[in-house]
């Protein structure tokens, strides 16, 4: 089984500034890793996902996360942020074998201050 | 890019009565589609698997006879909330994907509530 935990379940941020959103997964065998924006009353729009390759995978709105086996980790930043990132952020992992099946973790609600 | 439709939207209904949720691939066939409930503040839980033309795969404590869930075309999966209650209130999302990408597909979500 894997399962995904996102250590802090709130995240207020001065508008410019940036933010880290960490992401720490736990599994027995090769993951795929995603970050997921939800604004309010609205579904899971994906922000970026790492498959394979390079490390560090970007965004177009800003955004990148960077995957790091060794620590079991997907942290999502952010140099600068803008009042239209506030909302929810989902990370997610899913294990090849089993498709598209998706395991979230608890979400990181971020509140940008003008 | 593909476009998942989920219908309808909001929804509120009296207690005891059954409501019908629908989620439709617009743009690409979708053999497998994921039924997911959201409680407030909360992260999505994964309520059941569903493969086209067959039966869905529902995760421990969800009842199946209670969230009834068909998916009877590629275009096309349905979950039924039967004898809906106040405590089924909650906001359900549904993903589709294609057999050969590993990308997951969300509709808009819909928002009910059982009064």
């Known amino acids: 089984a894997q399962s995904v935990t996102q250590l802090d379940s709130q995240v207020p941020v001065f508008e410019e500034a940036p933010v880290e959103l960490r992401c720490n997964y736990s599994s027995s065998v090769s993951v795929y890793l995603f970050w997921y924006v939800q604004y309010p009353n609205q579904g899971l729009q994906l922000l970026l996902k790492y498959l394979s390759g390079s490390t560090l995978v970007k965004s177009i709105n800003g955004f990148e996360a960077e995957f790091n086996k060794s620590q079991t980790s997907f942290h999502l930043r952010k140099p600068s942020v803008h009042i239209s990132d506030t909302a929810e952020y989902f990370c997610?992992?899913?294990?090849?074998?089993?498709?598209?099946?998706?395991?979230f973790g608890g979400g990181t609600r971020v509140l940008v201050k003008p | 890019g593909a476009v998942v439709s989920q219908h309808p939207s909001r929804v509120i209904c009296k207690s005891g009565t059954s409501v019908k949720i629908e989620c439709r691939s617009l743009?690409?066939?979708?053999?497998?589609m994921f039924w997911y409930r959201q409680f407030p503040k909360q992260s999505l839980m994964l309520m059941a698997t569903s493969n086209e033309g067959s039966k869905a795969t529902y995760e421990q404590g969800v009842e199946k006879d209670k969230f009834l869930i068909n998916h009877a075309s590629l275009t096309l999966s349905t979950l039924t909330v039967t004898s809906a209650h106040p405590e089924d209130s909650s906001f359900y999302i549904c993903?589709?994907?294609?057999?050969?990408?590993?990308?997951?597909?969300f509709g808009q979500g819909t928002r009910l509530t059982v009064v």
């Open positions: 997610a992992v899913s294990v090849a074998a089993a498709g598209n099946k998706l395991t």
């Open positions: 743009d690409f066939q979708a053999t497998t």
């Open positions: 993903s589709a994907t294609r057999t050969e990408n590993t990308e997951a597909f």
